[in-house]
C-alpha cells in the first residue's frame, strides 16, 4: 500500500512538474504581443497557439491545440502556404512567405525545431504584420517612380528643344522652294517648277525621317533586350547635335569600328543616362564660355571595350567640378536653376540596369564614365 500510495505520489509530482514546464513555455512565447506564434511536435500536432495568432485569424481560444496543423491550415486558406512546409527535416533552416489579407500584409516564418541538431522535433510557424513596412516599401517605389518621370519629363524638353533646331533647316529650304514656285508661276516660268518640287519633297522627307528618328529614339520600352551600344550614340548624336551647335559647342565621337557592342540591357534607361551626362555638360559648357570667351567648348563620347566590359564616357573641357562628393546624391546642384535629379536618377537607372556609372575625373576633363556588362 505505501508503494502504491509512493508511486502515485511520483506520478503526480512529474504530472505538476511537466505542467508547470508547459506554463513557463506558454509565458514565455506570450510575452512576445506582437508577433503571432504556433509551435507544433514532430507529428505535426500543435501543442501551442498564442492569443496574437488567435486573434489575427478569429480563432477560438485554444480551438486547434492537439489538432493536426493541416486542419489549420485549411481553415486559413492560403494556398501559399504549402510552400513553406517543404523543409528538410533533418536539416536547421527557415522558410517565409509573405500573404496579402484584405488590406493587411502578414509575414509568415516557418522553422524546424531539431533535438541535437539532428531529431526532428516540430515545427515553430511565427507571423507578423508587415503593413506598415510594405507601405513605406510601396511609398518609397512610387517616389522613384515620380523622379523618373520628372527626368524624363526634363529629357523630353531637351528633345523638343532638339528637334526644334533640327527642322528649322530643312523647313527653312522648303519655304524657299514654295516661294521660288509661286514666283515662277506669276511669272509664268514653268521650266524651273519641277526642280524646285523636288527639292521641296527632299526637304519634307528630311523631316520624316527626322521625326521617324525621334520617335524611334524615345520609345518608352522597359524592357531586357539585346541592345547595339554604337546605334544608340548614333540615333543620340542626331538629337543633340543641332543643339550644341547652336551654343558653338563641338561634339566629338570616339568608337572602335571593329568591335561589337551588345550588351542585353534596357534602351530606353541607356539613353536616359546618356542624355542626361550630355545635357550637364552642355549647361556646364555653356556657362563656362559665358565667363571665357576665348574657350573652345567640347563634349566628347568614347565608347570602348574595358575588359569584359562596354564602356561610354561623356567627357567636357568646362570648368570642372569642385565638390565630387555628393554629385549623385538627390537635391545635390551648383547650377542656379538646377533641381539636382538629374545625375541622382541616372545613377538609379544604372543600378536598375546592373551597370556602373562613377565620376572618372572631376576636372581636366570632367568625364563620367557608364559600364556595362557585355
Not at 511537466?18 to 509565458?27: A, F, G, H, T, V
Request: with cysteine; aromatic share 8%; glycine share 4%.
Amino acid at each position: 500500500m505505501q508503494s502504491y500510495a509512493l508511486i502515485l505520489a511520483c506520478f503526480i509530482i512529474a504530472f505538476l512538474l511537466l505542467k508547470s514546464r508547459k506554463s513557463e513555455l506558454e509565458i514565455a512565447l506570450s510575452k512576445t504581443p506582437n508577433l503571432a506564434l504556433l509551435l507544433t511536435d514532430k507529428h505535426n500536432h500543435i501543442k501551442f497557439i498564442n492569443k496574437k495568432f488567435e486573434s489575427i485569424f478569429s480563432l477560438t481560444s485554444k480551438e486547434f491545440i492537439g489538432k493536426s496543423l493541416n486542419e489549420l491550415l485549411a481553415r486559413l486558406s492560403f494556398n501559399e502556404l504549402n510552400q513553406l512546409f517543404t523543409l528538410n527535416a533533418k536539416e536547421q533552416n527557415l522558410r517565409e512567405v509573405v500573404i496579402k489579407k484584405d488590406q493587411i500584409f502578414l509575414r509568415f516564418r516557418l522553422s524546424n525545431v531539431l533535438k541535437n541538431a539532428t531529431k526532428f522535433e516540430g515545427y515553430i510557424l511565427s507571423v507578423a504584420d508587415i503593413t506598415h513596412e510594405k507601405e513605406l516599401e510601396l511609398a518609397k517605389i512610387k517616389n522613384e517612380q515620380m523622379l523618373l518621370l520628372n527626368s524624363k519629363m526634363a529629357i523630353l524638353g531637351e528633345m523638343v528643344s532638339a528637334i526644334s533646331h533640327q527642322q528649322r533647316s530643312p523647313l527653312s529650304s522648303l519655304m524657299l522652294c514654295l516661294d521660288e514656285i509661286d514666283e515662277l508661276a506669276m511669272s509664268g516660268q514653268t521650266s524651273g517648277i519641277d526642280l524646285q518640287v523636288n527639292r521641296a519633297k527632299q526637304s519634307i522627307h528630311l523631316i520624316n525621317e527626322t521625326i521617324g528618328s525621334f520617335s524611334k529614339f524615345y520609345k518608352n520600352d522597359d524592357s531586357v533586350r539585346d541592345v547595339d551600344v554604337s546605334q544608340i550614340i548614333a540615333e543620340l548624336v542626331l538629337i543633340i547635335k543641332p543643339k550644341l551647335n547652336e551654343h558653338g559647342i563641338k561634339l566629338v565621337c570616339v568608337c572602335d569600328k571593329t568591335q561589337k557592342f551588345i550588351t542585353k540591357s534596357v534602351s530606353s534607361y541607356i539613353k536616359q543616362i546618356l542624355l542626361s551626362l550630355i545635357s550637364n555638360a552642355k549647361d556646364e559648357l555653356i556657362k563656362f564660355t559665358s565667363q571665357n570667351f576665348e574657350a573652345i567648348p567640347e563634349i566628347t563620347i568614347n565608347l570602348e571595350m574595358i575588359s569584359d566590359e562596354i564602356c561610354i564616357s561623356v567627357s567636357d573641357n568646362g570648368a570642372g567640378i569642385d565638390d565630387a562628393s555628393h554629385i549623385f546624391e538627390p537635391f545635390f546642384t551648383d547650377k542656379e536653376n538646377g533641381t539636382g535629379m538629374g545625375l541622382y536618377v541616372a545613377y538609379e537607372l544604372s543600378k536598375k540596369l546592373n551597370a556602373r556609372l562613377s565620376l572618372q575625373s572631376a576636372k581636366t576633363p570632367t568625364k563620367f564614365c557608364l559600364f556595362l556588362k557585355k
